[in-house]
C-alpha cells in the first residue's frame, strides 16, 4: 500500500534548537518522497524532496535524506527559527515514481519555536 | 515556481445556498488539478481529481452531485459545493500538476451558518 507515518507533534522548541521530525513509508518500490510546509492560514508549500535512494533534500536550512534500509525519510534542521513555526507534512506519491499523481500525507506535524 | 491562486479566499454563506471556489493556475497549464479538504489541526483529505475535458474522479466517500468539480480549461478548475450546510464548513485547498511537482493554491475558508 501507500502510507506515510509522521512523529506526532505538537513539537514546541526554543529559537536555535536542533529540529527532527519522523517520517517513515511503506516501501513500494522507491517513490520519490516529499516534505511540504503550511503556514498558518495559507496552502502548502514544497520545503524539499528527494527522488532516489540516498539523496538528500534541503532547503531553507532544512535536510532530510532518502534512506531505503530504513523506509525514512526524516526532516531535520540545525537550528530553528521563529519563523519556521508552520505544519510540516510528509508525503509520497500514491502510484508511479512522479508527484503529479495522487499523493499520501502524513498526518502532519504541528511545530511552534519560541524566541 | 509555479503559481496556484484560488478565489475567493475566505467565504461565509447561509446554508442551503451554493459557493463556488475557483483554483487557477496562473503561469503554467495544468491538465490535472486536485482537490483536497482540511480539518483543524489534520491533514489533507483528497477529495477529488479534476481533470481537464473530462470529469472528475471522485475518492470513496465522497458526494459527487454536492461537490461540483468543472475543469473548463488548461488553467482553471472549479469546486462548487451545493446546498451548503455547517459541516461542509471547512478549509479548501486545490493543487495543479506540473512535470513532477504538486503546487498548491493558499485554500479556501468556507463557514456554512
Known amino acids: 500500500g501507500n502510507s506515510v507515518t509522521q512523529m506526532e507533534g505538537p513539537v514546541t522548541l526554543s529559537e536555535e534548537a536542533f529540529l527532527t521530525i519522523n517520517c517513515t513509508y511503506t516501501?513500494?518500490?522507491?517513490?520519490?518522497l516529499f516534505w511540504y510546509v503550511q503556514y498558518p492560514g495559507e496552502g502548502l508549500q514544497l520545503l524539499l524532496k528527494?527522488?532516489?535512494?540516498?539523496d538528500k533534500g534541503s532547503n531553507k536550512g532544512f535536510e532530510a535524506t532518502y534512506r531505503k534500509e530504513t523506509t525514512s525519510f526524516h526532516l531535520e534542521k540545525g537550528s530553528v527559527q521563529v519563523s519556521d513555526s508552520a505544519v510540516y507534512f510528509c508525503a509520497r506519491p500514491n502510484a508511479g515514481g512522479t508527484s503529479y499523481g495522487k499523493l499520501t500525507f502524513g498526518q502532519g506535524t504541528i511545530l511552534t519555536v519560541h524566541p | 515556481g509555479a503559481v496556484v491562486s484560488q478565489h475567493p479566499s475566505r467565504v461565509i454563506c447561509k446554508s442551503g445556498t451554493s459557493v463556488k471556489i475557483e483554483c487557477r493556475s496562473l503561469?503554467?497549464?495544468?491538465?490535472?488539478m486536485f482537490w483536497y479538504r482540511q480539518f483543524p489541526k489534520q491533514s489533507l483529505m483528497l477529495m477529488a481529481t479534476s481533470n481537464e475535458g473530462s470529469k472528475a474522479t471522485y475518492e470513496q466517500g465522497v458526494e459527487k452531485d454536492k461537490f461540483l468539480i468543472n475543469h473548463a480549461s488548461l488553467t482553471l478548475s472549479t469546486l462548487t459545493v451545493t446546498s451548503a450546510h455547517p459541516e461542509d464548513s471547512s478549509f479548501y485547498i486545490c493543487?495543479?500538476?506540473?512535470?513532477?511537482?504538486?503546487?498548491f493554491g493558499p485554500g479556501t475558508r468556507l463557514t456554512v451558518l
Open positions: 528527494a527522488t532516489k535512494a540516498d
Open positions: 493543487s495543479a500538476a506540473a512535470e513532477e511537482e504538486q503546487f
Open positions: 503561469d503554467f497549464q495544468a491538465t490535472t
Open positions: 516501501a513500494t518500490g522507491y517513490p520519490s
